[in-house]
């Protein structure tokens, strides 16, 4: 099984090398991404580690990084004297690994050929192998139990769309997830899933979701008015803030916001996509639709705010809880389209209303959660989005009830960090 397995691998490479190396030529990281990327790591990269135990965190793209951080502070202060790698396959991901002091080297993941994961976990000589949300690799599992590392799952869940497929595949899997040490899922129906398709029921525990002990610096909370003038963003004019959009989104977003502009709204929009490098195709279609843009990255250059109607396009990466701390209300993208949504508490973070649309299958429960406390609303599609905003840009007691609603809810949910560090310390006490 796993020789075909590589060789269904080796076969897709001849597209995701080229892939890999012109997405890394965007963020400049090419040579080395692709290096990496196959188990070659410089020796100058790995020094830093030397002579330490080492904990590797893999944490696939954006979100499972961000989710990963109080997991990867947390274990920072509980194991002082341990190295922590964090690993991403994503460019944008491992953008925002290198922003986390707390780490001690970022890596690209190796591809999950045999030969390439043999090469890196030779090199990298893990203790504990930590993977963020369910981002099962056959090789590296299995290569990492072959060596005695023990590797743990957290932050697990299994989505609505995911669930099928991986049931179809359970004879497959199953053999897999017999090789982790720990599975720490989010919610009961998460861990009845894992359980389904294979994992041993003894292994498997419900340690609730990390992305309710999300953290922020107070300067962030604090210093709204600072952030919106850096960003060149009126102070007398509402911010709306358009996160982590993708296609189809952004042309439903700019035809609500011309409705809003012509409703008489005093309003600017922060348009963020998912994507950065989106970001100079968005401008051309934007400005064919007659919206004066300003791109993020060129923003210092300009010397006056931003003027109502104008549209700030955000073609940079880690400034999200900025961005957000300086809106008034917040649309969280990936959710009028077929995507499964994106993580709407970083804006209930900032005490923010959060508007999303009914794609939320990947954050069921925290959506759920939220619009129970008031902290949210799910609108159906384009005409739900514009009613909506109309009513929260007219109405500042709704705003501010809604944020506050999201954030107490943030506050009540708290310590998923600390059972998953339990868990991680009697797995490392048990190898």
């Known amino acids: 099984m796993y020789l075909l397995y590589d060789l269904i691998l080796l076969a897709s490479s001849l597209i995701l090398v080229p892939y890999y190396l012109l997405r890394g030529w965007r963020y400049g990281k090419s040579r080395r991404g692709i290096r990496e990327r196959l188990g070659f790591y410089l020796p100058e990269r790995l020094s830093s ?12 793209s954006v979100g499972e990084t961000r989710a990963a951080i109080p997991l990867i502070k947390a274990l920072k202060q509980d194991f002082p004297e341990h190295a922590l790698v964090l690993s991403n396959v994503t460019e944008t ?26 090469r890196a976990l030779r090199q990298v000589r893990p203790s504990v192998i930590v993977i963020v949300e369910t981002e099962i690799w056959p090789n590296f599992v299995r290569l990492a139990h072959r060596e005695r590392i023990p590797v743990l799952l957290v932050n697990g869940r299994i989505s609505d769309r995911s669930f099928p497929r991986y ?113 100079r195709i ?6 064919a639709r007659g919206f004066a843009v300003t791109l993020r990255s060129r923003i210092d250059a300009r010397s006056e705010p931003l003027r109502q109607g104008e549209i700030l396009l955000v073609d940079t990466l880690g400034e999200m809880l900025k961005l957000y701390a300086a809106a008034d209300v917040v649309f969280l993208g990936g959710s009028l389209t077929p ?8 804006a209930s973070l900032l005490r923010k209303p959060v508007v999303f649309g009914p794609h939320m299958n990947n954050f069921r429960e925290i959506s759920r959660l939220l619009l129970k406390v008031g902290g949210g609303v799910q609108v159906a599609d384009a005409e739900e989005l514009y009613r909506t905003l109309d009513q929260l840009v007219a109405d500042p007691e709704l705003r501010q009830r809604m944020g506050e609603g999201g954030y107490a809810l943030l506050q009540r949910n708290v310590g998923a ?7 991680i310390r009697r797995t490392m006490e048990a190898a």
């Open 167 to 279: 049931l179809r595949l359970r004879p497959l899997l199953r053999p897999i997830l017999e090789y982790f040490a720990a599975f720490c899922m989010q919610t009961d129906q998460d861990a009845q899933r894992i359980c389904a398709i294979g994992a041993p029921e003894k292994l498997v525990e419900v340690t609730r979701n990390l992305k309710f002990d999300m953290q922020t610096s107070s300067s962030v909370s604090a210093a709204a008015g600072d952030l919106r003038e850096g960003f060149r963003l009126p102070a007398d004019t509402l911010v709306w803030v358009a996160g982590s959009t993708h296609a189809g989104e952004e042309e439903i977003v700019a035809e609500t916001y011309r409705r809003l502009l012509d409703a008489g709204n005093k309003l600017v929009l922060v348009l963020v996509p998912r994507h950065p490098e989106r970001c």
């Open 282 to 287: 968005l401008a051309t279609q934007l400005t």
């Open 49 to 60: 580690l030397a002579g330490r135990p080492i904990i590797w965190i893999h944490a696939v």
């Open 93 to 118: 991901g491992h953008a925002i690994a290198g922003e986390i002091r707390e780490i001690d080297l970022c890596l690209f993941f190796p591809f999950d050929l045999s030969w390439v994961v043999r």
């Open 339 to 346: 995507v499964g949504g994106h993580n709407v508490l970083e």
């Open 417 to 423: 960090t600390r059972h998953t560090v339990t868990v």
